[in-house]
């Protein structure tokens, strides 16, 4: 009987020349794509562990971290994971132990970054064969290895593979490939030497030696590029030569890739190019009677199951795939559905910007662990406006979390814009995610409507007419005036009506002949064909795009833009093929930093830069191709929702162009809608009716009697907690204000942060602010650094209690460093790491700086650092530090691009005004109420009096925190402080807790009447 289980399924056992055999339990492995998802200093985080192991649950035979260094000085990422040192082994021994549990293999890639590794990155001078730059890495020139460096080289990969073996790892993947050490040594481009490291085998097999000595019976194989890909590089049959000569008795696997830095586009291919690629490489490595693994635009179970049971390779190594979905594994092994990559290249693209992330799965690279999305109470209705990548994915998401969702939009397919994307020459895999959400829409009873116009300018309305409870607004943003003399000329069009016209010019053809054209030059032909010439202003990705898809047919395209670069929003990897055609087409004309002045009927106005106005001829019809812009004003999105939700009590939710401010890219609009659905659930997730009975769920511990809750979400897991496991997230009754409440660790140092947590459960707070590390040389410090046992059982509790932490408290800045020393951007970049494993979102920070301008700069510094770990600095005015009020901490706050926390206490030092806090409204995420109060009663005035009080303190005014809160919106959170000392060790730290959660509770709970300042 022929089996039925296809060739992924099927067992591979490894293992030879008398090695213990090892077995995979499918033929499927996860490539070593590197993701930034690790800390400055290599170690492992907590989002690591969850990605990986998230994966291996899917099913993956074997899991593969990713080029993780064998020394330091061959970092070549900010976040990269090392091998290094030993202290790397317990964080990589949790993942091996939590990979195995899954019934996955757990394998590790050794590498070094050689040439391409920048000191700016690594600390230290790189290192290569030859003094030969990586411009593509960033062109330092690196130093010549010594023959004696060479082998102390040996040294690191022979001992960074013991640690391997001692953190649990099965497998050790040697990097042969993509232009780092070992294949730098390959390379004529980057090899000049005439001593014995001149021949290209002879570093290969001196590593192979002493990894293979140094974990005689591990699974040791070697990754390599079947082709260098520069015309000067390694060919492929020089290549295969190479590794004939390698010592591959002491190796038990070939893995193939392809490419290097200096041909980016072999190492993470283009959706231009066909799936499985490497498979006409494949066929030579088979002489040397190794198994094979492969990589290279393996992306659907079909291709996948061809190379495999042609016997062209013997297990696959997949990247984009799995980063896109894990269920693709899944798809692969059962048909299972999945969401399908695109091959946009955005994850490559991001790897030298921060975290990894995927423009069609949002929830990834966002530093932090995913977070579900709360499930809705029954028969909630949705409506999202707008069937764009923001609305789709809004849609998905509302559906998915249990809402009734009606998508509008006024076209006539989804995919909004992005539907004509689907069509260009460089991005021919987009329309899998427009036929992945169709088929989503479909599944989960999605209500799409096509052709259907809604205004949204009266979101209470618009609610009302399609019977829902919510909105999602994701409309698109604004096209800009094309800002020209001459634009309202009839040879002038918007680039995407112009594509929406004529959508027969995507469908391929000859161009029409100058002779043939019943008009001008830019005449359409017959169905099929495309114009002869165009003129496009505007170099974005759109234009780009499109004068690449044109010029493939033949037409003439002159490219007129004030860019600097061609799709400056798009990453080198997302324009590899495209901008290069175009650059080398004798029929492309392209002009950058130059701006069109007038259009008079076949000619431009010109004005370039440094070279003053010209006239040209602009052949064919004037397409402009300008990004969409938000909405204009100065409300934030938070402002603009909440005054929307307000005026039309119901959730209201902005997503995409419409409002986000960042690049108009199709990745960013998908984030966009994946966020607003996740507030829009939050929003709509199980409440009490109005008659005070529960519609889904039960209250839970520290929720106020007239607040709905939705249910706890784990920082590690990503899953909702088990229905009375842990206590609710408390918020207002519907239409009300979300104010969540929580704990700050300011003055409770004594106390260790797991036990924060449990007294913060217990006395029914939803958040606590972690101190992380002391700011005085007196105080207790704190181990929370990834991979720390505190951090583990921190986490655990937040497990167990629902509670999170969304601060860490607090840094103080002098002029040198932090105030007990150290140096302070080391200091904040281990707060940082440790904030990020505890899903933290802001860290706070005062000054002590006297040095304002100096300050501003290590603020900048330090918000800028942030953007790695998903972590905003928020600065508090402090009446006895260097920023003491609030319009001083705005200034340096704009500077900086990071926020401001408002502490009562501090406010009323220097006479807060009003317009001071409304000012500020929109750079505050947390509201400090400082501090609790000193002596019973625990109640709203136990908290005013003691905000009220001097302490010593010079300054004056006061007010009413009821009326301070007020102030700001009602998603905003709020924190109490608690004072140490006699009193708190007498009451006992619970106790103490739970007096504060009653004060506090009663100023939430209070109506604000009154404001008052001096």
Request: with cysteine.
């Amino acid at each position: 009987m022929l089996s039925t289980t296809p060739a992924a399924g099927m067992p591979l056992t490894l293992g030879r020349n008398g090695r213990t055999p090892t077995t995979l339990r499918n033929r499927l492995a996860s490539a070593p794509m590197e993701r930034n998802y690790g800390t400055t200093d290599g170690h492992i985080t907590e989002q690591y562990i969850d990605y990986l192991v998230t994966r291996a649950k899917a099913g993956l035979g074997m899991v593969t971290t990713e080029a993780t260094y064998v020394r330091a000085d061959g970092k070549g990422r900010t976040h990269q994971l090392g091998l290094h040192t030993d202290d790397m082994i317990p964080g990589l021994r949790r993942l091996t132990d939590a990979l195995h549990a899954e019934g996955a293999l757990a394998a590790v890639e050794l590498n070094h970054g050689g040439r391409t590794a920048q000191t700016a990155v690594s600390g230290f001078k790189n290192l290569a064969p030859s003094p030969v730059p990586c411009p593509t890495a960033g062109g330092e020139v690196p130093r010549e290895l010594t023959a004696a460096e060479c082998y102390e080289l040996v040294a690191a990969y022979a001992a960074a593979a013991k640690r391997a073996v001692a953190a649990g790892f099965d497998v050790i993947n040697l990097h042969g490939a993509h232009g780092y050490l070992i294949h730098q040594f390959m390379s004529p481009i980057s090899n000049h030497r005439t001593d014995q490291f001149a021949a290209p085998e002879v570093f290969m097999n001196l590593v192979i030696d002493a990894v293979r000595e140094a974990v005689p019976d591990t699974i040791v194989g070697m990754r390599v590029s079947v082709l260098e890909g520069p015309a000067d590089g390694i060919s492929a049959e020089q290549q295969v030569a190479i590794i004939g000569k390698a010592h591959l008795d002491k190796l038990d696997f070939l893995d193939l890739s392809a490419g290097s830095y200096d041909a980016g586009e072999w190492i993470v291919q283009s959706g231009e190019w066909k799936p499985g690629i490497l498979s006409d490489y494949a066929q030579a490595y088979r002489q040397f009677g190794l198994p094979l693994g492969m990589a290279g635009r393996l992306n659907s179970p079909e291709v996948i199951e061809d190379v495999l049971s042609k016997g062209t390779c013997d297990f696959v190594s997949l990247a984009r795939a799995i980063h896109a979905d894990p269920a693709f594994v899944v798809g692969v092994l059962r048909g299972g559905r999945y969401r399908p990559c695109i091959a946009c290249n955005v994850c490559i693209d991001n790897l030298g910007l921060g975290q990894v992330t995927c423009t069609v799965n949002p929830a990834v690279g966002r530093s932090r662990v995913p977070v579900s999305t709360p499930a809705v109470r029954s028969a909630s209705r949705v409506l999202v406006v707008g069937a764009g990548p923001a609305g789709l994915t809004a849609a998905r998401e509302l559906a998915e979390a249990g809402a009734r969702v009606t998508l509008v939009d006024d076209g006539g397919r989804p995919g909004g814009q992005f539907a004509l994307a689907e069509r260009m020459k460089s991005t021919p895999d987009f329309h899998r995610f427009a036929d992945w959400s169709a088929s989503e829409n479909e599944r989960l009873g999605v209500d799409v409507r096509l052709g259907t116009r809604a205004d949204t300018s009266d979101a209470g309305a618009l609610a009302r007419d399609f019977g829902a409870d919510a909105v999602v607004i994701a409309t698109g943003g604004r096209r800009p005036a094309a800002g020209f003399v001459g634009s309202d000329s009839p040879r002038v069009t918007d680039i995407r009506d112009w594509l929406a016209k004529h959508p027969e010019i995507l469908d391929g053809g000859s161009p029409v002949s100058e002779a043939g054209a019943a008009h001008s030059a830019g005449t359409l032909g017959s169905a099929g064909t495309a114009p002869e010439a165009v003129t496009i202003w505007g170099a974005d990705s759109v234009a780009m795009s499109v004068a690449d898809t044109l010029a493939s047919q033949g037409t003439a395209v002159l490219i007129i833009g004030p860019q600097e670069a061609l799709a400056p929003e798009s990453g080198r990897r997302a324009k590899i093929l495209a901008v290069p055609r175009l650059e080398a087409n004798p029929r492309v004309r392209i002009l950058l930093s130059s701006t069109i002045e007038e259009f008079d009927d076949g000619r431009v106005r010109i004005s370039r830069s440094g070279m003053g106005e010209e006239w040209i001829d602009a052949p064919g019809e004037l397409l402009v191709s300008r990004s969409v812009l938000p909405l204009d004003g100065p409300l934030t999105v938070e402002q603009r929702e909440a005054e929307l939700s307000r005026s039309a009590s119901i959730p209201v939710a902005m997503a995409g162009t419409v409002v986000d401010t960042a690049a108009a890219i199709v990745s960013n609009a998908v984030k966009s809608g994946y966020d607003a659905a996740q507030r829009i659930a939050a929003a709509l997730a199980a409440r009490a009716d109005t008659d005070g009975a529960e519609t889904d769920g039960a209250e839970g511990a520290g929720t106020v009697s007239d607040r709905r809750s939705f249910p706890v979400i784990s920082q590690r897991t990503g899953d909702p907690a088990a229905p009375g496991a842990s206590s609710p997230v408390a918020i207002p009754p519907l239409g009300t204000p979300i104010r969540r409440l929580g704990l700050a660790q300011l003055s409770l140092v004594g106390t260790a942060p797991p036990d924060l947590v449990t007294i913060a459960a217990e006395a029914g707070f939803d958040f606590i602010g972690a101190r992380v590390r002391p700011v005085t040389p007196t105080e207790r410090p704190y181990n929370l650094q990834p991979g720390s046992p505190m951090l583990r059982e921190t986490l655990a509790r937040m497990d167990d209690t629902g509670i999170t932490v969304e601060d860490i408290e607090f840094l103080l800045l002098d002029g040198t460093g932090l105030q007990n020393g150290a140096d302070q951007r080391e200091a904040w970049l281990r707060m940082m790491e440790a904030g990020q494993a505890l899903g933290a979102s802001t860290l706070t920070v005062a000054c002590a700086d006297p040095d304002l301008d100096r300050f501003g700069d290590h603020l900048a510094q330090m918000t800028q650092d942030g953007k790695a770990y998903g972590i905003v600095p928020t600065l508090e005015p402090i009446a006895y530090q260097a920023v003491r009020s609030i319009p001083q901490a705005v200034e340096l706050a704009d500077r900086a691009g990071c926020k401001i926390v408002v502490d009562a206490l501090h406010v009323n030092r220097f006479g807060g005004t009003w317009a001071h806090l409304e000012d500020a409204a929109d750079l505050v995420p947390m509201i400090q109420l400082c501090d609790g109060p000193a002596i019973p009663p625990a109640s709203r005035e136990g908290l005013i009096l003691e905000s009220r009080s001097e302490r010593g303190v010079p300054g004056e005014g006061e007010f009413d925190l009821p009326a301070l809160l007020a102030s700001f919106p009602g998603d905003i959170p709020v924190s109490v402080e608690t004072p140490s000392g006699s009193r708190v060790a007498a009451m006992g730290e619970l106790a103490w807790a739970k007096q504060l959660k009653a004060a506090a509770t009663s100023v939430l709970t209070t109506p604000a009447f009154t404001w008052s300042t001096t």
